[in-house]
């Protein structure tokens, strides 16, 4: 999952792109473009990377990223329907400086601002759009382009959103901290499920283990082992709501030797056993 920077093309017929995505799951790899993209997950659920920050996703998740912000969706388990999602992708010269600066367009420069570290819409807000954002991919001309402008300013009022970096956090990004990032992220989802140690994946990435120790801190705000018992958990809890497998099952499952700091960890991160995380998911869902 190294960051790669991807080459889009909009069509020539066309001042930006929308289009269905459909795919068994995602496999794009951890990536980046100077174009701004708007993605809607309508079916599939797994992992969603952008820039240091990670966190799971299922249907409904959108996402608004800025130019060269480093993303991805991956699939953490087979996905029954497939995958599937609205993409936007547009320049970012495409609404120009002049019209940014006017007052009419101030909420939608102040959201353009905010995507550069990633922004997450709430889940009401997200299915507001759901079909709005569907029809796009049905339109042409400029009743396609006002409709865009509409979407992105009905965007820029809503409240309820979250800013997945910090402004602290962007200067890292760079090419070769985003390659770094990338084969380790790549490394830790092929190998969560048995021991992994300091020395091998520092090694790599061509590092020692106290310059991989302190890089790593620094890019991600967290330690090594913060990141891969984070993503464990977060694979164990995946394994609670959508299996009837045993907890000790999972537990192991998700890299853990002993079920006692498998516990620890379940309870540092969800505040919670797995075994009331389990409940409280079927409590919610009716189940």
């Not at 547009?90 to 905010?114: T, V």
């Not at 997450?120 to 796009?136: E, Q």
């Not at 967290?222 to 990141?227: L, S, V």
Request: glycine share 4%; with cysteine; charged share 25%.
């Amino acid at each position: 999952m190294r960051a790669q920077l991807e080459q889009l093309r909009t069509k020539p017929d066309h001042s930006f792109n929308a289009f269905m995505f459909r795919k068994e799951e995602f496999d794009a790899s951890f990536h980046f473009h100077p174009e701004y993209e708007l993605t809607y997950i309508l079916s599939s659920s797994g992992t969603r990377y952008v820039g240091n920050h990670f966190e799971d996703f299922k249907e409904n998740d959108l996402i608004l990223l800025g130019p060269n912000l480093p993303h991805c969706w991956k699939n953490t388990n087979p996905q029954k329907g497939g995958a599937s999602a609205i993409v936007i992708h547009w320049d970012k010269d495409l609404i120009d400086r002049k019209w940014l600066d006017s007052e009419d367009f101030i909420s939608i420069k102040k959201l353009f601002q905010c995507a550069c570290n990633g922004v997450k819409f709430n889940i009401t807000a997200a299915v507001d759009f759901k079909n709005k954002i569907k029809n796009l991919t049905k339109l042409e001309s400029f009743e396609r382009f006002h409709y865009f402008l509409k979407i992105l300013r009905e965007l820029s009022l809503c409240s309820e959103t979250t800013l997945l970096t910090s402004n602290n956090d962007t200067h890292l990004l760079n090419y070769n901290n985003n390659e770094r990032i990338g084969i380790t992220l790549d490394y830790i989802r092929e190998h969560y499920a048995r021991k992994v140690s300091l020395a091998e994946v520092a090694q790599k990435n061509k590092m020692t283990e106290e310059a991989f120790s302190r890089f790593f801190s620094k890019v991600m705000r967290k330690t090594f082992f913060c990141y891969l018992n984070e993503y464990r958990i977060n694979h164990a809890c995946t394994q609670l709501i959508e299996t009837d497998k045993s907890i000790s099952e999972i537990c192991y499952a998700s890299g853990y030797d002993t079920q006692p700091f498998f516990f620890r960890q379940f309870r540092k991160f969800k505040s919670c056993t797995p075994g009331e995380y389990r409940v409280n998911y079927l409590k919610t869902t009716g189940w």
